[in-house]
């Protein structure tokens, strides 16, 4: 199967596969900007999208740190933008739930899930495996516009009159089962589960494609074993998504039936205030934490693993060395894959899960530190006398393995169910996620966006706006996170409302004001980026050269702006594999560079 | 356009063949998911036991025989027979629709029985056999939609130019469908 006849399969018969040139169609505004199959339109698609997500979530954060910084205090104008949500400028119980799902929902899927491996692995895989597009363009288009009706759906249900839905991004029943359990649980919940089901079907439309991409469309000489990186992490990324998808669907499902069909998989034995006794009988709860934990795990690693992938590819280029362990590098992302499967129940120690059974889940918990530790150790020796040239998108690579580094720690305490009973749902918790998963996530997002900048729109961002952007971030992201580790050591529970009126928690609310204070100020700050973002889109400096970082991968041999099907004429040729840097005394030798006689044969 | 051959490079499965596989791998994880749900629910409390309604029986006759004729339309196609291709796969059409009836009586016997599906009287052991047999059926109908597609595709265009390569890929989903049909009956037989 050639490229060449996936990029035309509605155009009929066609005879010449050599020489094409993909640059002079003529397309309308529609077809190039709205409803575009090139991966990489649809990647611009995909990050904007996460971009405008990304903000609205962040600012509910903002609102949920204010009633959490400043309990006592009234802001008039809180009320002018929420409404009877903010009655007198004091955000209300209902609407702080209602905060913290929506933000945990929408960075979690929205942001870090759609926005993150949506945009990196439609942008990157064609490009660097050798591809003119992706193995099925069309249902390319379909993913994103999946998540895109997924948005307006999640969108619509912050504006229905009940609100949305208010019963933690994890959804667990009775709250999410039935709607007379509180405001939220009303016709949010119901706009929450279709968006939810329209995003796993983005998320599988686009995992499949990217699966088949990568193993059936590599160009001539593209191993695997010659694969950057980046490939290899989205590829694991996208198996982990279609297998674990389909379960949490599986288990939304059920959920439907429970809410809307009066069966009992998850209810049993309820009374609700008001309402009287439900004749549910016979169902669990805990049924439903098994179906969602089962992806909710392996959404971590998808989250995590594509900027895992960047960041291997970024600290070799800006070191200028090649990627120290690149087997054991793979390796470790594949034990990371196998495990993310094995440790789900890890989230469920004190459901009153047998100890036994903990125990397991224990051992297979802390083992996923071995492949951890393996890629810190090979990234940290990748730097190790390097030659680093400290660009944005370098600053937040090494800021990433940082947050890894201090996040993936915390989570060797919570991975062991005896220190769990204390942890579980404090703010210790939260402080380990956010780090290891959340700010990390996003530093490789941001890493992969500064650096991959100038092939997206041909031009660079603006340098002294970045390291504002890194500085203010990486500072703000260990102020905010690491004090919650002591609050949750002390036993301070996420979730609350208002810890003012609690004798064990009235000590934090200085820490807890400083949090918020932090929060403002970083969030602001990210408005440097989205500046430097739009601004250099169409202002930015120009790309002269078809590879301003001297790297050794294939997009880079693409012209600098290129159109649909990336190479004019034919696809290049790959003869080495992607991180020959420094070799025999060359700063770099790309990818179409054929071995010369005379080379050393390791690498 | 299954014309196109790679040049220099090693044969390689089809994508949209390779897609299919993927996302075969991503159904068969979804009803992994319900059927060990199914597992852990049975061995709780007021797990209400009956036997399978009759229809069932025949309704996976009826599957194994629309493997047979979609199979049998490959082959036509193959050979370029092409009113022997329409005809296996109107069949095979029909038989799925069939197939979609037998479940759907079925659904009626066991409610004839005065045992409840869904509804706040429902005991969750038909509720699971309702939403793991319905979320089936939803599969195969997605087949017998694509089945008529390409039935008016063959009598409208009126030559050999469909693709072999979405026959085939439409078939491996038919067989697949079957066997997960096999498997559930086995399932739902064996432990339920």
Same mark, same amino acid.
């Given at each position: 199967?050639?490229?060449?006849?996936?990029?035309?399969?509605?155009?009929?018969? *066609?005879?010449?596969? $050599?020489?094409?040139?993909? $640059?002079? *169609?003529?397309?309308?505004?529609?077809?190039?900007?709205?409803?575009?199959?090139?991966?990489?339109?649809?990647?611009?698609?995909?990050?904007?999208?996460?971009?405008?997500?990304?903000?609205?979530?962040?600012?509910?954060?903002?609102?949920?740190?204010?009633?959490?910084?400043?309990?006592?205090?009234?802001?008039?104008?809180?009320?002018?933008?929420?409404?009877?949500?903010?009655?007198?400028?004091?955000?209300?119980?209902?609407?702080?739930?209602?905060?913290?799902?929506?933000?945990?929902?929408?960075?979690?899927?929205?942001?870090?899930?759609?926005?993150?491996?949506?945009?990196?692995?439609?942008?990157?895989?064609?490009?660097?495996?050798?591809?003119?597009?992706?193995?099925?363009?069309?249902?390319?288009?379909?993913?994103?516009?999946?998540?895109?009706?997924?948005?307006?759906?999640?969108?619509?249900?912050?504006?229905?009159?009940?609100?949305?839905?208010?019963?933690?991004?994890?959804?667990?029943?009775?709250?999410?089962?039935?709607?007379?359990?509180?405001?939220?649980?009303?016709?949010?919940?119901?706009?929450?589960?279709?968006?939810?089901?329209?995003?796993?079907?983005?998320?599988?439309?686009?995992?499949?494609?990217?699966?088949?991409?990568?193993?059936?469309?590599?160009?001539?000489?593209?191993?695997?074993?010659?694969?950057?990186?980046?490939?290899?992490?989205?590829?694991?990324?996208?198996?982990?998504?279609?297998?674990?998808?389909?379960?949490?669907?599986?288990?939304?499902?059920?959920?439907?039936?429970?809410?809307?069909?009066?069966?009992?998989?998850?209810?049993?034995?309820?009374?609700?205030?008001?309402?009287?006794?439900?004749?549910?009988?016979?169902?669990?709860?805990?049924?439903?934490?098994?179906?969602?934990?089962?992806?909710?795990?392996?959404?971590?690693?998808?989250?995590?693993?594509?900027?895992?992938?960047?960041?291997?590819?970024?600290?070799?280029?800006?070191?200028?060395?090649?990627?120290?362990?690149?087997?054991?590098?793979?390796?470790?992302?594949?034990?990371?894959?196998?495990?993310?499967?094995?440790?789900?129940?890890?989230?469920?120690?004190?459901?009153?899960?047998?100890?036994?059974?903990?125990?397991?889940?224990?051992?297979?918990?802390?083992?996923?530190?071995?492949?951890?530790?393996?890629?810190?150790?090979?990234?940290?020796?990748?730097?190790?006398?390097?030659?680093?040239?400290?660009?944005?998108?370098?600053?937040?690579?090494?800021?990433?393995?940082?947050?890894?580094?201090?996040?993936?720690?915390?989570?060797?305490?919570?991975?062991?169910?005896?220190?769990?009973?204390?942890?579980?749902?404090?703010?210790?918790?939260?402080? *380990?996620?956010?780090?290891?998963?959340?700010?990390?996530?996003?530093?490789?997002?941001?890493?992969?966006?500064?650096?991959?900048?100038?092939?997206?729109?041909?031009?660079?961002?603006?340098?002294?706006?970045?390291?504002?952007?890194?500085?203010?971030?990486?500072?703000?992201?260990?102020?905010?996170?690491?004090?919650?580790?002591?609050?949750?050591?002390?036993?301070?529970?996420?979730?609350?409302?208002?810890?003012?009126?609690?004798?064990?928690?009235?000590?934090?609310?200085?820490?807890?004001?400083?949090?918020?204070?932090?929060?403002?100020?970083?969030?602001?700050?990210?408005?440097?980026?989205?500046?430097?973002?739009?601004?250099?889109?169409?202002?930015?400096?120009?790309?002269?050269?078809?590879?301003?970082?001297?790297?050794?991968?294939? $997009?880079?041999?693409?012209?600098?702006?290129?159109?649909?099907?990336?190479?004019?004429?034919?696809?290049? $040729?790959?003869?080495?594999?992607?991180?020959?840097?420094?070799?025999?005394?060359?700063?770099?030798?790309?990818?179409?560079?054929?071995?010369?006689?005379?080379?050393?044969?390791?690498? | 356009?299954?014309?196109?051959?790679?040049?220099?490079?090693?044969?390689?499965?089809?994508?949209?063949?390779?897609?299919? @596989?993927?996302?075969?791998?991503?159904?068969?994880?979804? #009803?992994?998911?319900?059927?060990?749900?199914?597992?852990?629910?049975?061995?709780?409390?007021?797990?209400?036991? #009956?036997?399978?309604?009759?229809?069932?029986?025949?309704?996976?006759?009826?599957?194994?025989?629309?493997?047979?004729?979609?199979?049998?339309?490959?082959?036509?196609?193959?050979?370029?027979?092409?009113?022997?291709?329409?005809?296996?796969?109107?069949?095979?059409?029909?038989?799925?629709?069939?197939?979609?009836? #037998?479940?759907?009586?079925?659904?009626?016997?066991?409610?004839?029985?005065?045992?409840?599906?869904?509804?706040?009287?429902?005991?969750?052991?038909?509720?699971? %056999?309702?939403?793991?047999?319905?979320?089936?059926?939803?599969?195969? %109908?997605?087949?017998?939609?694509?089945?008529?597609?390409?039935? #008016?595709?063959?009598?409208?265009?009126?030559?050999?130019?469909?693709?072999?390569?979405?026959?085939?890929?439409?078939?491996?989903? @038919?067989?697949?469908?079957?066997?997960?049909?096999?498997?559930?009956? %086995?399932?739902?037989?064996?432990?339920?």
């Amino acid at each position: 199967m050639s490229n060449e006849a996936v990029l035309h399969t509605h155009s009929g018969a *066609h005879d010449d596969h $050599e020489d094409h040139s993909h $640059e002079h *169609h003529e397309q309308s505004f529609i077809s190039k900007y709205v409803f575009s199959q090139d991966h990489k339109m649809i990647a611009k698609q995909f990050l904007i999208t996460g971009m405008v997500w990304a903000v609205l979530g962040g600012l509910m954060s903002v609102l949920f740190r204010l009633q959490l910084g400043y309990p006592d205090a009234n802001f008039p104008w809180l009320e002018t933008i929420l409404g009877k949500w903010a009655k007198g400028g004091h955000i209300t119980p209902e609407a702080y739930y209602a905060l913290v799902t929506t933000h945990g929902t929408v960075l979690v899927f929205f942001v870090l899930t759609a926005g993150l491996s949506g945009t990196f692995a439609n942008f990157l895989i064609p490009l660097q495996i050798g591809a003119r597009d992706m193995a099925s363009p069309f249902m390319n288009m379909l993913s994103y516009w999946f998540f895109f009706a997924a948005s307006i759906v999640m969108l619509s249900s912050i504006f229905v009159e009940t609100g949305p839905f208010s019963g933690g991004w994890t959804a667990y029943p009775p709250l999410s089962a039935l709607g007379d359990a509180s405001p939220g649980s009303k016709s949010g919940m119901d706009l929450w589960i279709v968006s939810m089901a329209l995003f796993v079907v983005s998320s599988l439309l686009g995992g499949l494609n990217y699966i088949a991409t990568i193993l059936n469309m590599r160009t001539k000489g593209m191993s695997m074993t010659r694969l950057p990186l980046t490939i290899w992490a989205l590829f694991f990324t996208a198996v982990l998504g279609v297998l674990s998808f389909p379960v949490l669907l599986s288990g939304f499902i059920l959920l439907i039936f429970d809410r809307n069909f009066g069966t009992s998989f998850y209810l049993s034995d309820i009374f609700i205030n008001g309402v009287g006794a439900l004749p549910n009988e016979g169902g669990s709860a805990i049924l439903f934490q098994h179906l969602f934990w089962f992806l909710g795990h392996p959404e971590v690693y998808i989250i995590l693993l594509p900027a895992m992938g960047m960041v291997s590819e970024i600290l070799s280029v800006n070191s200028r060395k090649p990627i120290f362990g690149y087997m054991a590098m793979i390796g470790s992302l594949f034990a990371i894959a196998i495990l993310a499967f094995l440790v789900w129940a890890h989230h469920m120690f004190v459901t009153g899960l047998n100890p036994l059974l903990g125990s397991v889940f224990v051992l297979l918990t802390l083992l996923i530190a071995v492949p951890s530790a393996i890629k810190v150790f090979n990234w940290l020796t990748t730097l190790w006398r390097g030659n680093i040239r400290f660009t944005p998108g370098m600053l937040f690579a090494i800021g990433f393995v940082s947050l890894f580094i201090s996040g993936g720690l915390t989570g060797i305490w919570l991975g062991n169910s005896a220190l769990d009973i204390h942890l579980h749902d404090t703010y210790f918790v939260v402080a *380990h996620f956010h780090i290891v998963m959340g700010v990390a996530s996003m530093f490789g997002m941001f890493a992969g966006i500064y650096h991959w900048f100038p092939k997206m729109y041909g031009r660079f961002m603006n340098n002294t706006l970045a390291y504002i952007h890194f500085w203010v971030t990486i500072a703000g992201a260990y102020l905010i996170f690491w004090p919650m580790h002591y609050q949750g050591l002390a036993g301070m529970p996420r979730r609350y409302y208002d810890f003012s009126i609690w004798e064990s928690f009235k000590q934090f609310q200085d820490l807890n004001r400083f949090i918020s204070l932090v929060a403002m100020i970083v969030f602001a700050v990210q408005f440097c980026f989205l500046f430097n973002f739009f601004y250099s889109i169409f202002k930015g400096r120009k790309v002269l050269t078809q590879n301003p970082w001297d790297a050794n991968t294939l $997009e880079w041999t693409a012209p600098i702006n290129p159109g649909h099907g990336n190479w004019p004429g034919e696809i290049p $040729e790959v003869y080495r594999w992607a991180y020959d840097y420094g070799k025999d005394g060359v700063d770099f030798i790309p990818q179409t560079t054929p071995v010369g006689a005379d080379e050393s044969v390791e690498h | 356009m299954t014309t196109t051959v790679p040049r220099n490079e090693p044969q390689r499965i089809h994508p949209h063949k390779f897609l299919m @596989w993927a996302a075969i791998g991503g159904i068969v994880m979804m #009803f992994a998911g319900l059927t060990s749900a199914y597992i852990v629910k049975k061995n709780q409390s007021s797990w209400l036991q #009956f036997d399978l309604p009759i229809e069932f029986y025949y309704s996976t006759g009826v599957i194994v025989l629309s493997s047979i004729t979609m199979y049998l339309s490959a082959i036509a196609l193959k050979a370029a027979k092409m009113s022997q291709y329409k005809a296996m796969i109107s069949i095979t059409a029909f038989l799925g629709i069939s197939f979609l009836l #037998f479940q759907y009586l079925g659904f009626k016997d066991l409610q004839a029985k005065n045992i409840a599906l869904v509804g706040p009287r429902s005991n969750s052991a038909a509720s699971f %056999l309702f939403v793991i047999t319905f979320l089936h059926m939803m599969h195969v %109908l997605g087949g017998v939609i694509a089945l008529i597609i390409f039935w #008016f595709k063959a009598i409208r265009k009126n030559s050999t130019i469909t693709s072999l390569i979405s026959v085939e890929v439409l078939g491996t989903y @038919w067989h697949f469908v079957g066997i997960l049909w096999i498997y559930l009956f %086995l399932f739902y037989n064996w432990i339920g």
